[in-house]
């Protein structure tokens, strides 16, 4: 499919289609649990880049996550808290499911998942609390909680 076709006259694929293809690569010499914690463990560096010491709630933490998507063009985030967890919905932006080579699925959800998790963990959060990440249709939901 060409590129205008999957991603659309107005916005450029960008870091999205480089992160495909880099997965693709990886693929090729690596193992699905390999990759997948590459991904994590590239979420959380990623983490480091966002100013959680100007953090004092949920919509602050948004606010910086976002700012940290939009600047690697990788969709957006929702936070807000449920009975038993923080959760976080992510819109991928142009790394949908349709568009993305199935060994970056996992890939992609275990970077948001390296990301949240780093974060949380940062802001305090107990150590037996675990993060998990799943996708929904065209959205991944992640959860961070008992």
Not at 13 to 32: M, Q
Not at 39 to 63: H, K, P, S, T, Y
Not at 109 to 120: I, K, N, Q, V
């Amino acid at each position: 499919m060409p590129l205008r076709e999957a991603f659309g006259s107005t916005r450029s694929p960008g870091v999205p289609l480089i992160l495909s293809d880099v997965v693709a690569e990886l693929a090729d010499a690596a193992s699905p649990q390999q990759i997948a914690g590459f991904g994590f463990a590239l979420g959380q560096r990623l983490a480091a880049r966002v100013r959680l010491d100007q953090v004092a709630g949920l919509n602050d933490l948004e606010m910086h996550l976002n700012r940290l998507w939009s600047d690697l063009d990788l969709g957006e985030c929702r936070l807000h808290a449920d009975e038993t967890a923080l959760v976080v919905e992510h819109d991928p932006g142009l790394l949908r499911p349709e568009v993305l080579s199935p060994a970056a699925r996992p890939f992609l959800l275990e970077l948001l998942r390296g990301t949240f998790d780093a974060c949380f963990r940062a802001l305090g959060s107990a150590p037996g609390v675990q993060t998990s990440a799943i996708w929904h249709e065209r959205t991944i939901e992640l959860r961070h909680g008992v």
